[in-house]
C-alpha cells in the first residue's frame, strides 16, 4: 500500500496536460482576452477587444454594450471583470464603469469614466486618473478619499479595512480604515 501512494504523484505528473484552445472561430468575440471571473454560477466571464463573453461549458454568449456615449463612441474593449457573488457582474471599459444583473439579464452604467476598480464586503471602490477614490453602494458614488499627491490610480485591493491603492509615479498607498 505504501509503495502504491508513492509511485501516484510520478504517474500524475508523467501525464500530459489537456487543454483546449477557444478563439473567434469557436464563438469568442475576439482573441485578444484582457479579464477573465467565475461568476457564482461557475459560469466564466471574458473582456475582450469587442465586447464581453459569457462561457457556460459548453457555448459562448456574447454581449456587445448598448450605451453610447455622447460623442458616438461604443463601449467594446472590457479590461476588468469582478462580482459581488450576489448576481451582479462589473466591468470596466474605456467609456466607463458597467454593471450587469444576472437576474434581470440588463446591463447599466455605474459610473462614466474608465476606472479601475475593487468589489469586496458589499461596496464597490473605484479609483480614477487623479487621485480620487471613490465608494458605490446602493446606487450611490460618493467621493471616499483624495490622495496627497496627483496620480492615476491604476489598482484597488481591499482586505478588512484596508485598501492598497497602486498608482503610476507615487507608488502604494496603504489606506486604513477605509470606511
Not at 103 to 128: A, I, T, W
Request: aromatic share 12%; glycine share 8%.
Amino acid at each position: 500500500m505504501a509503495f502504491l501512494c508513492a509511485t501516484m504523484p510520478v504517474a500524475a505528473m508523467n501525464q500530459a496536460p489537456q487543454f483546449r484552445h477557444y478563439m473567434m472561430k469557436d464563438g469568442l468575440s475576439s482573441n485578444i482576452v484582457h479579464a477573465i471571473y467565475q461568476d457564482e454560477r461557475d459560469f466564466i466571464w471574458m473582456g475582450t477587444d469587442n465586447g464581453v463573453n459569457l462561457f457556460n461549458g459548453t457555448e459562448f454568449r456574447n454581449f456587445q454594450f448598448e450605451f453610447e456615449r455622447p460623442n458616438g463612441q461604443k463601449d467594446k474593449r472590457v479590461y476588468e471583470i469582478n462580482g459581488d457573488g450576489k448576481g451582479t457582474v462589473y466591468f470596466r471599459t474605456d467609456n466607463g464603469l458597467f454593471s450587469y444583473n444576472l437576474h434581470q439579464d440588463s446591463f447599466k452604467m455605474v459610473y462614466p469614466k474608465s476606472m479601475c476598480f475593487s468589489y469586496d464586503n458589499g461596496r464597490l471602490l473605484m479609483g480614477e486618473n487623479g487621485r480620487n477614490l471613490y465608494c458605490h453602494e446602493n446606487d450611490s458614488t460618493r467621493l471616499l478619499y483624495r490622495l496627497p499627491d496627483e496620480c492615476a490610480i491604476t489598482s484597488l485591493r481591499q482586505q478588512g479595512d484596508s485598501i492598497l491603492i497602486g498608482t503610476t509615479r507615487k507608488g502604494l498607498y496603504l489606506l486604513k480604515d477605509g470606511k
